[in-house]
């Protein structure tokens, strides 16, 4: 199982913290975000060598070894999914998990992704709530639709929602495809989407897919996890999550 984690941005909401270096390269609780993401992989049973890392700001300083390196040249002026394309070569050939650089997650997240059989499948935190209560006060203010079936499957995402009863979970960063999704990718690219691909991100393209008619299960886990997206989430987490941090 191949591992794509997507460093490519600079994380300018992170003030001071990001300045001179891409946003996984921020601290958080003496450790860099790169570096607790490469635990929790290790920690899953991914090798280093099974590993790619997409690389755009500051690619010069990424230093991990054992890994394959790909790089978006324009980072700048393109959003998530160009920087996935990156790593086109693995996702054609192999089932591939795909990795947010500015999360938290638990090893756990990775093995339950590894061992999902569907073509294409997602993570998601039942505890969203609490956690961005902790963040911003009002989750409805910037959390967007993740509603699911009976079955796990996801019926929307990345839309704005009206009450609590349209965000089922949220989404984690954490995606596999298989040869056959990326198939579905390729196809739904081809078809008008809301925004064009050079800015498209993860969220609007899976509602593009579902959209399509394309099953994504979805694998939902109450294990921490925290999205890292400014100084006031850094400040927060540790403060919240001292002993979950060490």
Request: charged fraction near 25%; include cysteine.
């Amino acid at each position: 199982m191949k591992v794509i984690i997507l460093a490519a941005g600079r994380g300018s909401r992170l003030g001071e913290r990001t300045k001179d270096r891409p946003k996984c390269m921020c601290t958080l609780q003496g450790k860099t975000l790169l570096e607790r993401c490469l635990a929790s992989l290790a920690a899953a049973g991914i090798a280093r060598s099974d590993i790619g890392i997409v690389t755009g700001y500051r690619s010069d300083m990424f230093t991990a070894e054992g890994v394959t390196y790909f790089h978006n040249a324009g980072w700048e002026n393109t959003n998530m999914f160009v920087s996935l394309t990156m790593a086109r070569s693995w996702l054609e050939a192999e089932p591939c998990i795909v990795c947010y650089s500015d999360i938290v997650f638990s090893p756990k997240a990775i093995e339950a992704l590894a061992d999902c059989p569907a073509p294409l499948a997602i993570t998601s935190y039942s505890g969203y709530w609490e956690l961005w209560e902790q963040r911003m006060g009002n989750p409805l203010e910037d959390l967007e639709t993740f509603r699911t079936g009976e079955n796990g499957k996801l019926l929307e995402i990345g839309l704005k929602p009206t009450c609590r009863e349209d965000i089922h979970g949220q989404f984690m960063g954490l995606l596999r495809f298989t040869p056959e999704s990326w198939g579905w990718v390729e196809e739904t690219i081809q078809e008008p989407l809301p925004k064009p691909v050079a800015k498209l991100d993860m969220t609007t393209l899976l509602e593009g897919m579902v959209r399509r008619g394309f099953a994504i299960q979805t694998i939902s886990t109450d294990d921490l996890w925290l999205e890292c997206d400014s100084e006031a989430d850094i400040l927060a987490y540790e403060r919240l999550f001292p002993k979950e941090l060490e």
